[in-house]
Nanobody
Framework: QVQLVESGGGSVQAGGSLRLSCAVS????????MGWFRQAPGKEREGVAI????????YYVDSVKGRFTISQDNTKNTVYLQMNSLKPEDTAMYYC??????????????????WGQGTQVTVSS
């Protein structure tokens, strides 16, 4: 059974940092892309950062470029999201996703086979 286990969310003041982790178990093939989406109350889910597992190519939504960094440790089947200079508008539930099956961009087309349970990130001003 495939499991994506997220950790690292929490509450922080504006300007602070958090590091999210997503560990994958039971899924060792066709793990083509992994990454993070977020959803704030009353808003649609949006792609935040995606990494191509084999090639390492990364994708970021414009609002986090220069502040967030996605990385991977394939020995641990884990993807990380380092979030610096956090802003109140980054407040959302963050979801890990794996196994893209969409068309177009893995950042803007959220057709992933597997999702984590979500971890809350709250940034206060």
């Amino acid at each position: 059974q495939v499991q994506l286990v997220e950790s690292g969310g929490g509450s922080v003041q504006a300007g602070g940092s958090l590091r999210l982790s997503c560990a994958v178990s039971g899924y060792t093939y066709r793990r083509n892309y992994m990454g993070w989406f977020r959803q704030a109350p009353g808003k649609e889910r949006e792609g935040v950062a995606i990494i191509e597992i084999i090639g390492g190519r990364t994708y970021y939504v414009d609002s986090v470029k220069g502040r967030f960094t996605i990385s991977q440790d394939n020995t641990k089947n884990t993807v990380y999201l380092q979030m610096n200079s956090l802003k109140p508008e980054d407040t959302a539930m963050y979801y890990c996703a794996a196994g893209w099956r969409g068309v177009g961009s893995p950042l803007t087309s959220p057709e992933y086979n597997y999702w984590g349970q979500g971890t809350q990130v709250t940034v206060s001003s």
